[in-house]
Each structure stands twice: as C-alpha cells, then as structure tokens.
C-alpha cells in the first residue's frame, strides 16, 4: 500500500483554468504538507496542516488554497493558473509534528 | 530569512570512491537535519537524519556530522555505487509547532562505473 498518494500524477491545462491535487496518507499522521519544486529543482515548502487546522502559510498566492477535509487528507486548488504554476507538486505527512517527514509520489503540472 | 546553502551543486566520483556533500543554515534553532535522496522522476526520500543532540550518525556507507556552533552539517557516502547516482538535498527544521523543512539547493551525484 503506498503511504502517501497523490493524484493525478500528471496535470496538463491552459491557462487561466482551475484545478485541483488531492493528497491522501494512511499513516496515521496527524500533520500534512505541500511543497513546491520548480524546474532547477528547489523544494520549497507552500502550507502545512495538523489535524485539519493551518500552522504554515508561506508566502504563496492565494489563488492557492489547501483544503483537508480530516487528518488523512489534504488537497490544493489552484485558481487562474499561470505559466508560472508549472512544476512539481509534492505532499508529505509527519507523526503530529514529528520530524520525520514522507512524501508522495509527486503530481507533474504543466501550465500551457 | 532561513536559508540553507548547500555544496557543490554537481559532484561526479569514480566506482567505490567517497562522496562528501555540505550544507550550512542559518536558523539558529534548527534542530533537526535530515537527508533525503530523489532519483530521477522520483519522490524525496529520507536516507539518514541527525537531530541537534549528537555530532555523528552512522548507517552502513552513509555518515552525516553536524558541527552545531559553525551550523554546518555534511553527508559522507563511502564506497560509492553507481545504484547512488540522484539527487541529494539536505535540509533544516525547528520541528514542533513550525517544523517545516527548508531544503538546501540539491547536489547531482554522478556515480561513474
């Protein structure tokens, strides 16, 4: 069973659309994450959740906005994409704040 | 702001020689530094991690060293494969309430057989 799923894993839309990355962990965990990696490989960190409520905000857009519906689970919608969307988008989940962190599988978005 | 610099950015070793990767941060209250390895297309995933309260961890070929008062920590690989050859990024964290980790800039490890 893969412990932390994304979905899709790849994303290909025109610009100015809105779209959405579902993120799932069976882990157990109670604090989930987006990162970002763009083209040159930077990981950087978007949001994270614990147990449903927000506790990091990075200065990202607000055309983006994450959403969990419960602990296991923690989605992101992207609004009026733009080129610069384009990128790797990875979630993660860790033990109640704990420090080891495991991530999913990716989801490839392409902005045309 | 937190910033962790990372060197070099490509490093390319022969078959079974040692392959040494640095990063230095600059939060004075990071306290957890993990390593994690990204094969091409793949996700991150953790190989060895060090907390603040010990200077060396070992595991098989892999070391990590943290020097806490020059806030540098490094990744050791000995008797390189060519099944090592990936993406390495280290990475800083406070962890509790705002443990986010703030990744270095990645090495290209080429292992050449």
């Known amino acids: 069973d893969t412990a932390v799923s994304q979905t899709p894993k790849y994303l290909v839309t025109q610009m100015g659309n809105d779209k959405s990355i579902k993120c799932e962990q069976n882990?157990?965990?109670?604090?989930m994450y987006w990162y970002k990696q763009d083209s040159k490989k930077f990981l950087k960190i978007m949001f994270s959740?614990?147990?449903?409520?927000?506790?990091i905000n990075e200065t990202v857009p607000n055309r983006f906005s994450p959403k969990s519906p419960d602990k296991a689970h923690l989605n992101l919608h992207i609004n009026s994409l733009e080129l610069g969307d384009s990128a790797v988008y990875f979630c993660?989940?860790?033990?109640?704040?704990?420090?080891?962190?495991?991530f999913g599988a990716g989801t490839r978005l392409s902005v045309l | 702001g937190e910033n962790v610099e990372q060197h070099p950015s490509t490093l390319s070793v022969q078959e079974g020689d040692s392959a040494v990767i640095k990063c230095t941060y600059s939060?004075?209250?990071?306290?957890?530094f993990p390593w994690y390895k990204q094969e091409l297309g793949k996700r991150p995933q953790l190989i060895i991690d060090?907390?603040?309260?010990?200077g060396e961890k070992k595991d098989q070929r892999i070391a990590v060293t943290l020097n806490k008062t020059a806030k540098h920590f490094s990744l050791h690989i000995t008797e390189t494969q060519p099944e090592d050859s990936a993406v390495y990024f280290c990475?800083?964290?406070?962890?509790?309430?705002?443990?986010?980790?703030?990744f270095g800039t990645g090495t290209l490890l080429a292992v050449q057989p």
């Open positions: 882990l157990g965990h109670d604090t």
């Open positions: 990475a800083a964290s406070r962890g509790g309430a705002t443990n986010k980790l703030i």
């Open positions: 060090i907390r603040s309260n010990v």
């Open positions: 939060d004075s209250a990071s306290n957890y």
């Open positions: 993660a989940s860790s033990q109640n704040r704990g420090d080891i962190q495991y």
């Open positions: 959740y614990n147990n449903k409520e927000l506790i």
